[in-house]
């Protein structure tokens, strides 16, 4: 039996809610094969990031190779990288496949918790030598105002940003997902931009929880699965994902004495 296959390159999270511990549950349920490779093992639960203790570059360079020497994966996804040396180095990995299959970056910088997990210091360098090089780019209202310079308060600013990292940073596709905002009409609203500098935007009603960990590292890995079936249908990715990661949130699990995390046994 075959099965489309997906790589994550993305950081461990210890209390299972988010990176690659999401993005393994997230794949499977979507009946897509997901391989790995770990940039860093975080110390942390439902409250706190604790520690971080990043992969040694040497070896994570070792672990990208041996997988795309082995495996022919359908789309990528990175998630959190932590500094520039490990930006560096994913990107030397990656200079071969950046035209062959859809890499989806995730650009994570703070946890749910509010937890810095981005070196300030290593911004330019994911502007420089990943995003430019990435098919979609999935900020959140935080990361979108770091990416683009533009305060953010409604859709149109959503779109304003989205427009500014797209043409400034040269990705091909942005989506600004919009969970951080609270709109009038009790809605989340997310905008894309996709390659033909469209906008579209995708909804769904907001779930009355407290804070929930890991939608970000779901929605980014959800895409990517579906992307790995069909490709170059990233709005159709986009809305199958968003109802995925809407269903795993208003099924939310709570696990523990912090943020709620996504229910993927669905």
């Not at 090089?133 to 600013?157: H, R, W, Y």
């Amino acid at each position: 039996m075959s099965a489309k296959k997906i790589l994550i390159i993305a950081g461990s999270d210890s209390g299972g809610g988010a990176g690659v511990q999401a993005d393994i549950k997230t794949a499977t349920a979507l009946q897509t094969y997901c391989s790995t490779a770990i940039t860093c093992l975080t110390n942390q639960n439902t409250q706190r990031v604790y520690n971080i203790n990043y992969t040694p570059v040497t070896f994570l360079s070792e672990q990208i190779k041996v997988l795309l020497d082995d495996i022919n994966f359908d789309a990528i996804k990175i998630g959190m990288l932590g500094n520039q040396e490990i930006i560096d180095c994913v990107h030397k990995a990656l200079l071969k496949k950046f035209k062959k299959v859809p890499i989806i970056l995730d650009p994570v910088m703070v946890a749910t918790s509010g937890d810095l997990l981005l070196d300030a210091s290593a911004i330019n360098d994911l502007k420089l030598k990943l995003i430019n090089k990435c098919f979609m780019v999935t900020p959140n209202i935080d990361e979108a105002q770091v990416l683009s310079g533009i305060n953010i308060k409604n859709i149109s600013d959503m779109r304003e940003a989205a427009s500014e990292i797209k043409t400034n940073l040269g990705c091909k596709t942005v989506l600004i997902k919009g969970g951080h905002l609270n709109f009038t009409d009790g809605k989340i609203h997310n905008v894309f931009l996709d390659n033909e500098h469209k906008f579209h935007i995708i909804s769904n009603k907001r779930v009355n929880a407290k804070k929930i960990h890991g939608t970000g590292c779901t929605l980014a890995t959800a895409i990517t699965c579906y992307l790995a079936k069909k490709p170059q249908k990233e709005l159709w990715a986009i809305k199958k994902a968003n109802n995925y990661v809407y269903e795993a949130v208003d099924n939310f699990l709570n696990v523990g004495k912090g943020s709620l995390v996504l229910q993927h046994w669905l």
